[in-house]
């Protein structure tokens, strides 16, 4: 019997010959992320276990992306803090601007296809949009990865998601991300891994890809897995990752689950207040007003999505009463963004551009706090009630083309009603 | 072999939200302690005898990653917990940290029914209500974190992973 893409790379890892869905294994890590929000219980634990040293430093980054910039002395301090550890035991560094933890770790060529790769971030599963198993973990996870380089995993059960067709212009893989979350619920993946395959995927641009196995975090996914081509390949060598080894699904892989969806007839999807399964094509909505419109975070804030923001506020104005925010996911991001002329092309039409950063996904920096009765359209990856600081307002979320769309006119609407809304990338290969 | 007693709690348990200082911000743990769970059944914490058994609905620890609510529950004294499922990260935490979790159906249980776990033998039952669950027995490396206390703990005496 075959194995699926997580039952090879954990197995590999494992050093024990193939793994198998349910099987407890104890896996070497290729690569480990530690990000300012859970730094302080990893430290903890690293300082009760009293190593001296950590084998696993300089394969690990430390990234100072959540409290970007530390709004309160506890987490300048915590900044402080991991500043001198790493700088003490030679770890990766990134810090406050340089960007989101799951857009710096591929921009800087740290893994590659094949690698397992663990981060305390639920969205860890971004990785598996480069074929990596990329999985989310706690402190004491962590600490034990850098101090010895290894971690227990229970081998998932794999979801096998085949799309065929292709999406429509101005519609985008977190329309279809939302979808799945409609059709299996939040945490409807939970314990297991999901492997996304067909034409559907060949098609998108990395970006996009990465939209794919950021989300799958929402679904409760473990891991989020896509199979590496040439776009993949291309886009890690140009960025120094070592040698990709793709590691692809055998046809006769057992999983728990299969099913296809034609995305072709999809339409723009949005998630309604509150809860993220609660999710119906953009037209059922269009007249919902909006407030407060938001593009960033580690689901949709890279180059294309500032791109798809800029190509319909370009030259226009977001609608009266209507603020906006744009937080590229990384530095890198911002940098292209500002060369391309979308930083002002954004900036001109109403939006604030910020630092880059997790900014727009939480008010975790209390500059995003919302009034009662406000209401948000997000490219986020969730909104859960009172995730920007008030239970009074609601948060709806999209992608980052309707995002833009509905600030353009104050109300919910289809990018594909609006001039620019059906924007695509270029066709590129890294 | 756990033995303890009941105390049932619903579904999709948040515990950032209920077992976490969320609710009480500025206040450490051993204060959560006496207050978990309290917007979801007055007096939950304070009522709870140690030694005793959390029996929960599904997804227990649902969209929880910190490590702080297992802190918290064992500072409580809660010596297992047996839910028709856990949140991921949740279930990763309870082995790190030490506390038993074995996912089964403990439905018809209430307050004060006694409880046992053997997580070993893979067996999880209520003697009082006929209740005899076959539960996927852990794996000896799970077990041996669990017997060590956690995982830091089982890391000191066993820095290559390695169990005898």
Redesign the interface.
């Known amino acids: 019997m075959g194995s699926t893409i997580a039952e090879k790379i954990l197995g590999a890892h494992a050093g024990s010959g193939p793994a198998r869905a349910?099987?407890?294994i104890?896996a070497g890590v290729d690569f480990a992320m530690l990000h300012d929000a859970?730094a302080s219980?990893a430290l903890q634990?690293i300082g009760?276990?009293g190593a001296a040293q950590l084998p696993f430093a300089a394969r690990t980054a430390f990234v100072l992306d959540h409290y970007s910039p530390p709004p309160h002395q506890e987490a300048a301090n915590i900044h402080r803090e991991m500043r001198a550890f790493a700088d003490r035991h030679g770890v990766v560094f990134y810090d406050v601007g340089d960007g989101i933890c799951h857009q710096v770790l591929p921009e800087g060529g740290h893994f590659t296809c094949g690698d397992l790769v663990t981060g305390?971030d639920?969205h860890s599963t971004t990785y598996g949009a480069f074929n990596a198993f990329g999985v989310?973990?706690?402190?004491?996870?962590l600490?034990?990865v850098m101090?010895?380089g290894?971690l227990?995993f229970r081998v998932p059960e794999t979801i096998r998601v085949d799309l065929k067709g292709g999406l429509q212009p101005g519609v985008w893989a977190k329309d279809l991300t939302l979808h799945m979350l409609g059709r299996l619920g939040a945490?409807g993946a939970?314990?297991r891994a999901i492997e996304y395959a067909g034409p559907a995927v060949a098609a998108m641009d990395i970006d996009d890809r990465m939209t794919l196995s950021n989300h799958a975090a929402e679904l409760?996914a473990?891991a989020a897995l896509l199979e590496a081509d040439q776009k993949t390949i291309a886009w890690l060598k140009a960025r120094g990752a070592r040698e990709p080894r793709p590691v692809r699904a055998d046809a006769d892989a057992r999983y728990c689950e299969r099913f296809e969806i034609d995305v072709a007839a999809l339409p723009p999807q949005v998630a309604r207040k509150h809860r993220i399964d609660d999710v119906v094509a953009v037209p059922d909505v269009k007249n919902q007003r909006i407030n407060f419109a938001l593009i960033g975070t580690c689901t949709n804030g890279r180059l294309d999505d500032i791109r798809q923001a800029a190509a319909i506020l370009k030259g226009r104005h977001i609608a009266k009463g209507v603020r906006m925010i744009v937080t590229p996911a990384s530095r890198n991001v911002y940098l292209q963004a500002a060369r391309e002329g979308l930083v002002e092309a954004l900036t001109a039409a109403g939006a604030s551009v910020e630092a880059a950063g997790c900014g727009t996904c939480v008010n975790i920096t209390g500059h995003l706090i919302t009034g009662d009765g406000d209401v948000v359209i997000s490219s986020a990856n969730r909104n859960f009630k009172g995730r920007l600081g008030n239970d009074n307002s609601e948060i709806y979320v999209g992608s980052s083309a309707t995002v833009a769309a509905s600030a353009l006119t104050g109300r919910i609407t289809d990018p594909r009603d609006v001039v620019g809304g059906t924007w695509r990338p270029e066709p590129k290969t890294a | 072999m756990i033995r303890g007693k009941a105390h049932v709690l619903g579904d999709d348990i948040n515990t950032d939200l209920h077992c976490s200082s969320k609710y009480h911000p500025g206040r450490d743990n051993a204060y959560v302690s006496q207050h978990a769970f309290e917007q979801l059944s007055p007096g939950f914490a304070k009522c709870f005898a140690k030694g005793g058994v959390i029996v929960a609905g599904k997804?227990f620890g649902?969209?929880s990653?910190?490590?702080?609510a297992v802190h918290i529950l064992r500072l409580m004294g809660v010596a297992g917990i047996v839910a028709v499922?856990f949140?991921?990260?949740f279930y990763?935490?309870c082995?790190?940290?030490g506390m038993p979790a074995a996912e089964c159906d403990l439905a018809g249980v209430t307050d004060g029914d006694e409880i046992e776990m053997d997580l070993a033998g893979g067996r999880v039952a209520v003697a009082s209500r006929g209740i005899v669950r076959e539960v996927?027995p852990?794996?000896a490396?799970?077990q041996a974190?669990l017997a060590a206390g956690?995982?830091?703990p089982f890391?000191?005496a066993h820095?290559?992973?390695k169990i005898a």
Not at chain 2, 65 to 68: A, G, I, K, N, Y
């Open positions: 349910g099987d407890v104890v859970r219980n634990r009760e276990f305390t639920t989310g973990v706690e402190g004491t996870d600490a034990a101090m010895t290894k227990w945490e939970n314990y409760g473990k | 997804n649902n969209n990653s910190r490590e702080q499922s949140g991921r990260q990763r935490n082995i790190n940290n996927p852990l794996p490396e799970v974190i956690g995982l830091i890391l000191k820095p290559d992973w």
